[in-house]
Each structure stands twice: as structure tokens, then as C-alpha cells.
């Protein structure tokens, strides 16, 4: 019984931290409060000691539009989308945040928002109206449940991902685990075509590019979804990585997750356990930001695999890095023959840019 409270206190020390407020802080707050979570939260949030980042950054300079503050986010620089403005200023605005965070949220709509059905925007339930950043606390915890929501959206019809827990093998109950998610066809014996996306670092889990877009633009831009849609028109069987969950709190310590401590230890266990357990022939990589270096360390750790199973590879605004790679004359070549990386620019898109670079780069 003992074990299982402080399972429950570490969970609300941890809901806190990826709320943004220091974890030395957040665990004084609920040790002052007896773990009530509310109590604390109401706390820190009166005293505004978010951290590592705060609340509010500069205002924009755009003179058509009204000052205000814009999230905290660190996904990559090619999702610079601004907020929207705020409400009319001579609507009342509430002074006291903790009235903008529902307590014990389950859903979006605790929230007061949802995404339309159709353009899969955020949008408020009460006014239709896009999102509105109030603190960094609300978006951090709201963010939460967009991701739970686009994991919810890949294992419900039309596309009907299984989710499975990681690592494989028995582990206690009381370890992290992390997860992946995959068509249910991967393992048939008669598929041809196989599709891995790899997200970048940064705040986002399985289903997502960035959080940035999905706040302000569609999840047809920062999620996996119209990927997923293509590759079932396609016939391809598809897996959804999650590389930046490498860890859990146990007993106030971080504690990796095995066989995933890392992005490129997670594509590699990916691709040890399930692709090269399927049957397909053509395999084919999208990876954006970090999951780049984690797909480029993959090269270089499965090498014959990769040469004889992966067709193509296209990598988004990767942060990839060729000069310390022991990749030899097949792979080099490999890599000018089937490997994209669309960069942002100012030139049009499609145009070929950083010439007599290792792998074609092009204006995205």
C-alpha cells in the first residue's frame, strides 16, 4: 500500500514537471499541500515560478496584429507558425490561471476545445475560435491530451494502428515502458511495401511532427495522419516510431527504459523486432528533425540490411551529420541515389539546393 502511494505521489511530481515548473518546486508544493494536486498546482501557479521556461516570451513586433505572448516549444525551427490574437481587449480577461486549467482533465473538451472533424483544426467548443495561448502550464498540459488524442485517432477506424508496449520482453510492472504503433498486417506473410516515420526531438511523442502546428494550424500538418491515409491507398503497412520516450520516473530518479534509452538504440530495436520480422521487401524511411541522426545511426548499425530492404529515405529540415559516419562506398552511394532531405529556403519548392552535399537537398 506504502509502494503504491508513492507511485501515485511520483506521477502527480511528474504531471507537474511536464507542466513546466521546476521539479524541486513542484515537489515542495505537494509536500506542503499533503499531494493534493490542485492544491499545489493553484500554488505554483500563484507564485508563477514555472520552470525551465517562462510563461510569456517577447511580443511580436507585427504591427497588424495585437501583442501577445507566444508558447514555449522545442521541436524543430522549420514549425515557426504564430499564435492567434487575443480576444477583443475590452472583453473581460481572467487574472487567475488556475481558472483557465481544468481540474482533473480526462479529455479535450475539459479543455473547452475539439478538433474539427474535417480540417482536424483546433477549435473552441463555446466560440468556434482558434486556439488562444493563455500560459505555458495550460499548453503543456493541453498538449498532452493532444498527443493521447492523435495515438486515439491512429488506433480507431479508418486506419486502426496496434499500439504495443516496449521493450517486448516481461519486464516488473513497476519499470517504464514506452510503445510503437503499427498496421495490423505488418507480420503477414504477402506484404511488399513497408513505411517507417520517425519524428524529431523535442516535446512530441508517437503521431506527432511538432506540437506548434497542431495548436495552430491542422493536425493534417503536424501529425502522421495524412501519411497514414496515403500508405493505406498505397497497400503499404505502416510504423509509427517513438523515439524521445526513453524514460520513466522511479523513487525521484530518471530510469531509462530498456532496449529504448535513446532515439537511435529505439529505431534500432524497431527495427530488429519488427522490420526485420515482416516480409517486406521495399522498405521506406520519412524521418523529420532528429529522427534523422537516428535513421542515419541505423545505417550505420544494420548496413546490409538497410542496403538490401530500404528504397528510399526522405528526411525533413534533418540535423543530421555525415563526416564522423563509418559508412563505406555502397552506403555513400546508397545515400546520393535514395536519400532526400527537403531543407527550408527561399528558393521554390522542389528546387535543388547545397549542392555536392552527401544526399540530395531540396527547397521544402
Known sequence: EKKRQMDGNEGLLESLVAMGFNEQLAREALKSHSNNFDSALNALLTTTEADPTPLTTPPSTDSTSTPTPTPTDSTSNQDQSKTNPPPNSDSPQPTDLTLQIPKNPTCLADFGYYFHPEHLTLLSISSNS???FISQPHYELLSSFISSHIQQ????????LSEQLLPLHH???EMPRSSVFFTKNLFSPKISTLLLLIHGS?????????????????????????????????????VVLN?????GMI????????????????????????????????????AHSYGGTATLNL??????????????????DSVHYFEHRRFGRRMKDFLK???VDWVASEEEVGKEVEKGADCVCVSG
Open 251 to 286: 523513487n525521484n530518479k530518471k530510469v531509462a527504459i530498456e532496449k529504448n534509452e535513446t532515439p537511435e538504440r529505439h529505431v534500432v530495436y524497431i527495427w530488429d523486432e519488427f522490420v526485420r520480422k515482416s516480409s517486406a521487401r521495399d522498405v521506406f524511411i520519412i
Open 130 to 132: 482558434p486556439f488562444h
Open 153 to 160: 485517432l491512429m488506433i480507431c477506424p479508418p486506419f486502426s
Open 202 to 238: 523535442g516535446n512530441v511523442r508517437a503521431g506527432q511532427w511538432a506540437r506548434k502546428p497542431c495548436f495552430n494550424s491542422s493536425l493534417k500538418i503536424g501529425s502522421v495522419l495524412p501519411y497514414l491515409d496515403k500508405a493505406q491507398k498505397l497497400n503499404y503497412e505502416v
Open 337 to 339: 541515389r535514395r536519400c
Open 171 to 173: 519486464v516488473p510492472y
Open 299 to 316: 545505417l550505420e548499425e544494420r548496413e546490409e540490411e538497410v542496403l538490401r530492404r530500404v528504397k528510399g529515405i526522405a528526411l525533413t
Open 243 to 247: 523515439p524521445n520516450l526513453n524514460y
